[in-house]
């Protein structure tokens, strides 16, 4: 009798999670139907501030007094995000973001939520509208204890471009090559490439990094911006024991045609790893200088 009494309250407390369960689904999808109702109403509504944008105007608060998440912030949100992306004036919309209280929100979201996705995507948005006033709790979302919150904080100073955050964001690099972090070294690499000439004392500096992932990856970004001021730190990594380094070298001279490495890298074309001997004669041919047509 005991053993059937526990089976009909097995069976009757599945029932009632059963039922409560597709309970909660059902008011759920009515609520969420509900709210994508007000959100489209509020969409129109909020469809005049890209002509609003558009035409050089600032923003008046009464027209919006909206709870942060709610329909109506989410709605004037996205128009300004579309008038950004429509190509409007970036210090006039970043006007409106702040006078909305949208920036506030963004930075108090960085400073208090927990939640490890709104930290990032506030980061992330602090940096699509170019806001400077960010960039301390920006450079301090460093040391959160999330990569996505602190890729996305890279990225967003990779777009504010305040020459105070390159050392930051050095070293944001060098942990992320220290710590083998693909996806943060390729964001960090683009963040940094985003300031270019001023980059380059940094980059150059950081050339001298005895781990050599790391100076491998600065040697990634000084050959992209192709910069003759990079030629002297060129020359001298021909010689590092890394051959990726001594390619990478190689490849950066050929970039900026720097006749005067012609000598330096007719040796390292004869260097014992192909790669090496493959960028060497690619530079000297990108230079173009007749001295090395007979060794080619």
Not at 3 to 19: G, N, R, T, Y
Request: aromatic share 8%.
């Amino acid at each position: 009798a005991m053993a059937l009494l526990i089976v009909k309250l097995v069976i009757w407390f599945i029932c009632v999670f059963i039922v409560g369960t597709l309970f909660v689904v059902m008011l759920r999808r009515i609520y969420m139907r509900r709210r994508y109702l007000i959100l489209d109403a509020e969409r129109v509504r909020c469809a005049h501030v890209l002509d609003a944008v558009a035409g050089g105007e600032l923003p008046d608060r009464t027209i919006h007094t909206r709870v942060a998440g709610s329909p109506g912030w989410l709605a004037m949100e996205e128009a300004l995000f579309k008038g950004l992306d429509a190509g409007a004036d970036a210090a006039l919309v970043l006007r409106w973001f702040e006078d909305l209280g949208y920036v506030d929100h963004y930075i108090n979201c960085l400073h208090v939520t927990k939640n490890r996705w709104d930290r990032a995507l506030s980061a992330k948005k602090l940096g699509l509208i170019r806001c400077a006033r960010a960039v301390p709790v920006l450079t301090a979302a460093f040391g959160a204890g999330y990569r996505d919150t602190r890729n996305m904080a890279v990225f967003a100073l990779g777009r504010i471009l305040d020459k105070a955050t390159l050392p930051h964001l050095i070293g944001a690099l060098r942990d992320s090559v220290r710590n083998d972090e693909d996806i943060s070294i390729r964001i960090v690499k683009s963040s940094i490439m985003a300031f270019g000439a001023d980059a380059i004392p940094y980059l150059i500096k950081e050339a001298r990094n005895p781990l050599w992932k790391a100076k491998a990856a600065v040697m990634d970004i000084l050959v992209e911006l192709a910069s003759p001021v990079a030629a002297e730190t060129f020359i001298g990594l021909l010689e590092d024991t890394e051959q990726d380094i001594r390619a990478k070298a190689c490849k950066g001279l050929g970039k900026i045609r720097w006749a005067k490495a012609t000598a330096r890298l007719i040796k390292a074309a004869e260097d014992p790893f192909w790669v090496v001997r493959l960028h060497a004669v690619k530079a000297l041919g990108l230079i173009g200088d007749p001295f090395s047509v007979e060794f080619i």
